[in-house]
């Protein structure tokens, strides 16, 4: 029989309690280490995600923006492109009303009435005339103008644009305007001529004045007259006259003489008529 130490056997024991002990402690410091590994790599992982996410979000912001400027780009054009497109037979036309009668207005002239017509002067209703253009009745005042010798129709729901002879006050108030001195711009002729036209198409009784007032020269041979301002002169001094005449009810001869002495036009030949009428003529003449 073999002896056995107690020693020994004491010694094996605690061997074998302190290696499993070791052993134990080891693999929990591994299972620890693992987890921490684990648990870094799914912080890493969940930042790769984090960061994908707001790369995603860029690009998506990248593209809605790109998409916005298409879409605005395409609507522009697609606006342009309807602007510039001819309308198919297919498609739906709108819808045009035909007006079969004019508006109603009342007269406010009558047959034989003097009307100043601002393009052409003064003319004379002769008649109310009804006519059908394009399928619309249309009331019609017809004038007619003596010196033109020529006929014009004016719709009576455009009768605003004429306008009725001139008063008494008004014709006063002409005379003073030729006798005052002119007032002539040192502008090009050329606007100056415009502002004149303009001033004699209106028919206002005041400006026709201001133009014949301007334009006049008077017995003054020294000064040059283009043609363009003897003409504007005499288209206005005519459209003056004939209104005159019409308002004082006197001859022609007559109403030329009051403008010219307004004007001091033919100053000459006047002394020369008077010069070689009698007396009593001329204090007639000096009475009216």
């Avoid at 890493?44 to 400027?69: M, R, Y």
Wanted: glycine share 2%; aromatic share 4%.
């Amino acid at each position: 029989m073999k002896k056995i130490s107690l020693i020994n056997t004491l010694k094996k024991t605690f061997k074998s309690k302190n290696s499993t002990s070791k052993k134990k402690s080891i693999k929990k410091k591994t299972k620890l280490i693992n987890k921490i590994k684990k648990g870094k790599t799914v912080i890493k992982a969940k930042k790769t995600k984090v960061l994908a996410k707001a790369k995603k979000l860029k690009i998506q912001k990248k593209v809605v923006k790109t998409n916005s400027t298409k879409i605005e780009k395409k609507d522009n054009s697609e606006v342009n492109s309807n602007l510039l497109r001819i309308p198919k037979n297919n498609e739906q036309k709108p819808e045009i009303k035909k007006v079969k009668k004019q508006n109603t207005e009342k007269k406010e002239y009558k047959i034989k009435d003097y009307v100043v017509y601002p393009k052409h002067g003064v003319g004379q209703i002769t008649e109310f005339k009804k006519m059908n253009i394009g399928g619309i009745d249309i009331e019609t005042y017809v004038l007619k103008f003596e010196k033109d010798k020529a006929n014009g129709m004016v719709p009576v729901n455009k009768q605003s644009h004429l306008r009725p002879l001139a008063t008494i006050n008004q014709v006063n108030k002409c005379i003073s305007i030729l006798k005052s001195k002119p007032k002539i711009k040192r502008s090009m002729w050329s606007r100056r001529a415009q502002e004149y036209e303009a001033k004699i198409s209106s028919g206002k009784i005041y400006e026709l004045a201001e133009v014949v007032r301007d334009l006049n020269k008077g017995d003054d041979l020294m000064v040059d007259q283009s043609y363009s301002e003897r003409q504007l002169f005499e288209k206005a001094y005519d459209r003056i006259l004939t209104e005159f005449q019409i308002i004082l009810n006197i001859s022609l001869e007559d109403t030329q003489k009051k403008l010219d002495k307004a004007l001091k036009r033919n100053l000459e030949k006047q002394i020369q008529k008077i010069e070689t009428k009698p007396s009593e003529e001329i204090s007639e003449e000096i009475a009216k």
